[in-house]
């Protein structure tokens, strides 16, 4: 009987995977490949072979968009998944060799990847026949596409938050959230896709644009946020408040349904117009301003009825906020004191629940500071040489400053 039951408690060796091929528009001779290759692999565990198809009328609606095949491996009960579209082939080592790179280092492996980069230096097919394992002809990359090979569990965050559009498909979104709350990089073959900024706090070789980040609880935070800021003197006043040297600022807010979301989202595009915020491009047709991070903390249930207590929301701010702060890397964080947030508005709408919510999320987003201060970062790749061979403490954030601020007055507290 226990062994119908999924612990995800696998050994160091276990070598247990799930073959998932997606057939989308490929022809039943390109499955009989796949399913010949699946069911002769070598050295591990004979893996558990699933096909995924559909015959939907709405095909043209769906094609190159988000298509479900993560939401399949999230059902699979073993140590590794590997998911295979129908116009890739696999060999009868291509779990074991994906294994060994596993072993190299941890990441979601696949061979191509598409890699935000200036120039288009064409696609190339990864791992070849005949490579060797001790040859690294391997490279991280911003998302992969035609194949994935990843540790199982690590799909439980793969539906953590929504995709912002059908149009980014899964295996952006797949990489995203890998990074963002694992700190799990995307490998495979060299270099391939073509322009420069790719989804915001996710893209390998992209610096971000912002320099502080502003948390509020509401749109009157920020806007008590922009007046000090058009208060400040003008340049190269001495001792002046933090506030008006922010550069280009971005507001993160909870995105709760206790909260006004949409009076945060425009007073957040107003810090943003007046910070000069930037934007990225998630594809090459799709422009995307970057003007605030809407944590959308339990999953953006504004309208429901089911009151989320504190223990599911305050950590679903944690994970979120910390990805944010790891991604970012924010120079400063600005946080308003329980005091400064807590207008009639806000305190009127607060769920009726809880108490002392003001108080509650101000420690939790501390508490958050703590955890981004004392964690690891994962730079951008094309950073990661500078940060293996400075000191030990350097690869931690220390350097990002927080300070609490009052409403009534410029009185600020360093964190």
Known sequence: MGDEFYTSSFARSDTSTTIIFNVFRGSPEALKLQLEAALNQQKVTPPDVWVMSFNSP???????????????????????????????????????????????????????GHLRASTFDGYKSWPNVGYNLNSVDWVEQD?????????????????????????TAEDMHLSHVMRKYLNVNTYGGKYIFDHQLGRGNKVANVDQPLDTL????SAGDIEDFIE?????????????????SAGKTAAVFRG????????????????????DCEYY????????????????EGYGQAYTDVEIPFQTSTTDVILSLVGILNNV???????????????LEVVESADPGKRNVLQIYHRTALLTVDIHRNSKTNPKWFRRPDVADSTFAKRFPSEMKTFVWQKENNEVTAY
């Open 214 to 217: 502003v948390y509020a609880e």
């Open 58 to 112: 709405n095909e043209n609606a769906y094609k190159e968009v988000f298509h479900g095949r993560f939401l399949l491996a999230y059902m699979a009960k073993t140590k590794y998944v590997l998911v295979v579209d129908d116009d890739r082939n696999i060999d009868s080592t291509t779990v074991y060799d994906y294994i060994q790179y596993m072993n190299l280092q941890k990441g979601v492996w696949g061979n191509f």
């Open 281 to 296: 491009s998630p594809k090459p047709n799709i422009k995307h301003p970057i003007h605030y991070f809407n944590m959308r």
């Open 143 to 167: 998302y992969l596409c035609g194949m994935w090979f990843l540790e199982q569990t690590w799909l439980e965050y793969f539906m953590k938050e929504r995709p912002p559009s059908w149009a």
């Open 256 to 275: 709760a349904k206790d909260q006004d979301v949409n009076g945060l989202i425009l007073a957040a595009e107003r810090l943003c117009n007046r910070t």
């Open 329 to 343: 890397l924010p120079y400063t964080l600005f946080l308003p004191s329980p005091e400064a947030s807590a207008t």
């Open 228 to 244: 000090k800021m058009d208060a400040c003197p003008a340049e190269g006043t001495k001792g002046v408040a933090p506030w008006c």
